[in-house]
T-cell receptor, first 117, second 111 residues
């Protein structure tokens, strides 16, 4: 049973560029959440996708956008990269609460380390 | 989501029980207490969660006070591999609510 996978593992970009990060959820999961973790901080929620729609969003600018595909995989896109976007980007998958009941914990992937120069 | 307060760091001797406290005095009736840990440079790992009863699984035990304003995560026999940052999170289980992470407790297991 494959867990959450993310690609690439590491990425180096320059300011102003655009980046796309990818996530495949754990088998059987239908909901994908994205988090940003700056060095020394806890993860911060970016947004969540379910049924190919953005369902929740954290306090991140419109430069951060996403997409979910029919197979439940997801992409995170960041435009006009800033130095402050350097972070570990984490993807987490879960099963919608209406089906999983109280056991809708989120399972995290290993993350993508983005460095903006 | 209710906020949580955790000590920034703790040490524990290998083989002893590690007891990690968390205060969540503003927790509401439909919010669960979740614990995750993050080993260096890896994604957070789910440990356990509970509503009001004590919970135990193969990784840990969770003790929630009767008034639900605080909880303790117990790792019964800590090993060096338990060295990590431990996050206590309160979260409603309705509608796949996001996880709101604080800064957690950095637990160091001492050989």
């Amino acid at each position: 049973d494959a867990g959450v996978t993310q690609s690439p593992t590491h990425l180096i970009k320059t300011r102003g560029q655009q980046v796309t990060l990818r996530c495949s959820p754990k088998s059987g999961h239908d909901t994908v959440s994205w988090y940003q973790q700056a060095l020394g901080q806890g993860p911060q929620f970016i947004f969540q996708y379910y049924e190919e729609e953005e369902r929740q969003r954290g306090n991140f600018p419109d430069r951060f956008s996403g997409h979910q595909f029919p197979n439940y995989s997801s992409e995170l896109n960041v435009n006009a990269l800033l130095l402050g976007d350097s972070a570990l980007y984490l993807c987490a998958s879960s099963l919608v609460a209406e089906i999983s009941g109280r056991n809708n914990e989120q399972f995290f992937g290993p993350g993508t380390r983005l460095t903006v120069l | 989501d209710a906020k949580t307060t955790q000590p920034p760091s703790m040490d524990c001797a290998e083989g002893r029980a590690a007891n990690l406290p968390c205060n969540h005095s503003t927790i509401s009736g439909n919010e669960y207490v979740y614990w995750y840990r993050q080993i260096h440079s890896q994604g957070p790992q789910y440990i356990i969660h509970g509503l009001k009863n004590n919970e135990t699984n193969e990784m840990a035990s969770l003790i929630i006070t009767e008034d639900r304003k605080s909880s303790t995560l117990i790792l019964p026999h800590a090993t060096l591999r338990d060295t990590a940052v431990y996050y206590c999170i309160v979260r409603s289980n309705f509608g796949n609510e996001k996880l709101t992470f604080g800064t957690g407790t950095r637990l160091t297991i001492i050989p």
